[in-house]
């Protein structure tokens, strides 16, 4: 900030021009005209970039569509080529005690008034801005900040981003507001972006959860080297921590070379200073009648999640004298709470508690089972269920890695998939939890008949061996393409990546990004590849649920089985290859029978209905509790 304001020798000259030139577009502001007066900002800007008045007239346009960063990008660089005009100082002034900055109000405040403030220039804003006096009566610290709290507590985390980012333009090192748009960013399926914001602020803060969060984000990205560096600072620092434990065994499970049995022993060294339960151990039996089913669902950030939760619970509901809790964040008449809208006996807001206090609270529920939903990506969970808050702790979605944290005593998996996990119970994963399709499917096909091969997956899934695979499958598919999902794959950096390994395999001209949501994608495809590694299965669910087929590959560990789990459940045990070979000339098969295929999927997708599904998995459960 400059040392103090200096009385301009010219006063109003640049105010004078600018009020000229701004005429058109505040009258398209005055009018509700936001867009015009957009076209207006970018016409005086294509004539000079650095057109003071076009600036303005942007930076006016951009409080008014909730954009105030874009606001203070574009005053501060008006201030830049016209340091003598009242009007973008006294603009700046106001911008600033909107973003609670009181020193800088205060500054440019004063220096509005020692250029030549007066009536005609507080005139020439729009009427919808507020006056500087109004402006500073209503400063609040950091009000960007808390507004992004609120929307990302509300699971609106596209809109908390832009709450955060407005923050940081006012304060840049806000270290709250890095760590808070690094969640959304994480959220919205951004991992190098996230990534971007937290490798220049968690190295030099040296703060192990930032480390930790970072490592994730990495091992998004396909950096699995420096993300296991980062996640071995993370475990030294914070060496008793289970959420950092829990992350570097997520972040792991992207790494092409992470077996089961290396996961295995990267988790004894990381849940070492974890203290044993004992209550795992002497479980008690669970009741013949009146079962309590505890639900604890983390940030709903997956929508596929939600729905498969919604399903479960609609059928526990018709089961003898079963009661369903859920543990949610925020209140359930939320529009992200759609699918459990009543479905639900009891619902505890979870939002304001701290992991021992939400485990006391479960506990005194008098919960039978609690399943665990929201996975590795939900820290509260993990922390929570090291308590062993229920006489039975089950992993469920979420949680495609091949060690459960501590506190978990089954995972629910396909029969006979997983049967060298420990305290793994042969049960269900997600089979059946597809919305119906509305009417019979059709085959999607682009004007030049091409068939195309969809994969609904992150840069850090991309590995040779999937790669080869694909390279095996479009060489037998002369007529295929390649789609997809753009997951921030559009990033420069992953674009440049992505184009220099499809290119060395001859295949990069044939592979194109497609955006949407997962279930639009799947509609919009032929076939689904289910990724190697770190798969959720959703891509096949959702693949199903639009009546396309998927294939999946059954590796070496649960984070590379859970796609094949969910294709099992679902009775197409055919499309589940044992290796990459076998993937590959399954992949030709289906592709080679689309109709018959759909035909499958479509049954597989409604074959299944929700009371048939809950019944089957609480006698997997109690199967799983006997053993």
Not at 178 to 201: G, H, M, V
Not at 223 to 227: K, N, P, W
Not at 522 to 525: D, Q
Not at 596 to 599: D, T, W
């Given at each position: 900030m400059?040392?103090?304001p200096?009385r301009?020798t ?5 105010d004078?021009?600018?009020r000229?030139l ?5 009258a398209?502001?005055?009018a ?5 007066a ?16 076009g ?21 501060l660089?008006a201030?830049?080529e ?6 973008i100082?006294e ?10 900055e009181l020193?800088e109000?205060?500054y440019?405040?004063k ?6 403030l007066?009536?005609?220039t ?7 801005w507020?006056g500087?006096?109004g402006?500073?009566l ?17 699971h609106?985390?596209?809109l908390a981003?832009?709450?955060?980012e407005a923050q940081l ?7 709250q ?38 490592s994730?984000?990495?091992a998004?990205?396909g ?5 296991a560096?980062?996640a071995?600072e ?6 008793h921590?289970l959420?950092?434990?829990?992350a ?7 790494d092409p ?6 996961l295995?022993d990267?988790a004894?060294?990381?849940?070492a200073?974890?203290?044993?339960l ?10 013949a009648?009146g ?32 009661t ?10 939320q ?12 619902w ?12 006391v609270?479960?506990?005194g529920?008098?919960i039978?089972?609690?399943l665990?939903?929201?996975g590795l ?7 929570t ?7 039975l702790v ?8 091949a ?16 049967p060298?996990?420990p305290?793994a ?12 399709v509305?009417?019979?499917?059709t085959?999607?096909?682009p ?9 609904d997956l992150r ?6 061996d ?6 095996l ?16 794959l559009?990033?420069?950096?992953n ?5 220099g390994?499809a ?10 990004l497609?955006?949407g949501?997962?279930?639009?994608f799947?509609?919009?495809?032929d076939l689904?590849l ?12 959702a ?14 560990g649960r ?10 459940c679902?009775?197409?045990d055919s ?6 070979a076998?993937?590959?000339a399954?992949?030709i ?6 109709d018959?295929?759909?035909?499958r999927a ?16 609480v ?5 799983g509790?006997?053993?």
């Open positions: 400059p040392a103090g200096a301009a010219t006063p109003n000259t640049p004078d021009d600018d000229r701004l005429a058109p577009g505040l398209a502001l005055d509700g005209q936001v867009e015009q957009l076209a207006e900002a970018e016409l005086l800007l294509a004539s000079a970039p650095s057109h003071g008045a600036l303005v007239l942007l930076g006016f346009v951009g409080l008014l569509r909730n954009q105030p960063a874009l606001a203070l990008e574009a005053l660089a201030h830049e016209q340091p003598a005009s009242a009007l100082a603009a700046l002034a106001i911008l600033y005690a909107l973003g609670g020193a109000a205060t440019f405040a220096l509005s008034q020692a250029n030549g007066d009536a005609a507080t005139a020439s804003f729009p009427k919808a507020p500087f006096a402006a500073l209503a400063i609040r610290e950091r009000p960007y900040y808390h507004k992004g709290m609120i929307a990302l507590e509300t609106r985390p596209a981003a832009d709450f955060f333009a006012f304060r840049p090192n806000d270290g507001a890095i760590r808070a748009l690094a969640d959304c960013r994480l959220a919205l399926d951004q991992p190098r972006r996230a990534a971007e914001l937290l490798d220049r602020f968690a190295v030099a803060h040296a703060d192990a959860r930032d480390l930790s969060c970072l994730h984000c990495l998004q990205c950096l699995s080297e420096r993300a560096t980062l071995d993370a475990g030294r620092r914070a060496p921590d959420e950092i434990a829990t570097a065994i997520a972040a792991a499970s992207f070379a992470a077996t089961a049995p290396r295995r990267l004894r060294v990381r849940y200073g974890v203290p044993p004992a209550a795992v151990a002497a479980r008690a039996p669970l009741p009648g079962l309590r089913l505890g639900l604890l669902l983390g940030r709903p950030w997956d929508g596929e999640a939600l729905a498969a939760i919604g399903t479960l619970a609609q059928g526990c509901r018709s089961l003898d004298d079963a369903v809790v859920a543990f949610g964040e925020g209140p359930l008449d529009a992200c709470y759609a699918s459990l809208h009543g479905r639900i006996d009891q505890i807001d979870i939002s304001r508690f701290d992991p021992t206090t939400l485990a609270v479960i506990r529920e008098g039978d089972v609690m665990d939903t929201g990506a939900s820290s509260l969970s993990c922390a269920l090291s308590h062993h808050p229920a006489p089950i992993a469920w979605l979420g949680q495609p890695v060690v459960p944290p501590p506190g978990t005593d089954l995972i629910l998996s396909a029969p006979g998939l997983d060298d996990i305290n119970a042969l049960a269900l994963c997600p089979a059946g939890l597809v919305a119906p509305a009417g019979p499917a085959g999607r096909r004007d030049d008949g091409a068939i195309l091969l969809g994969a840069l850090g899934q991309i590995h040779d999937l790669l080869d695979c694909w390279a499958i479009l060489a037998a598919i002369p007529n295929g393409r390649l789609v997809l999902r753009d997951r921030e559009s990033h420069p950096d674009v440049a990546e992505l184009i390994r290119g060395s395999r001859g295949i990069a001209e044939r592979v194109e497609m955006t949501s997962r279930a639009a799947a509609a919009g495809i689904m289910a990724p190697f590694v770190a798969a959720d299965g959703f891509d096949a669910l693949a199903l649920a639009a009546g396309r087929p998927a294939v999946a590959c059954a590796g070496d984070h590379r089985r859970f796609a094949a789990s969910a294709l099992i679902a009775g197409l499309w589940v290859a044992s290796s990459p076998d993937y590959a399954t992949a098969r289906l592709a080679g029978d689309l018959a295929a759909g035909v479509r049954a597989a997708a409604t074959a299944i209905p929700a009371d048939h599904f809950a019944r089957a998995m006698a997997a459960i109690r199967k509790a006997a053993q």
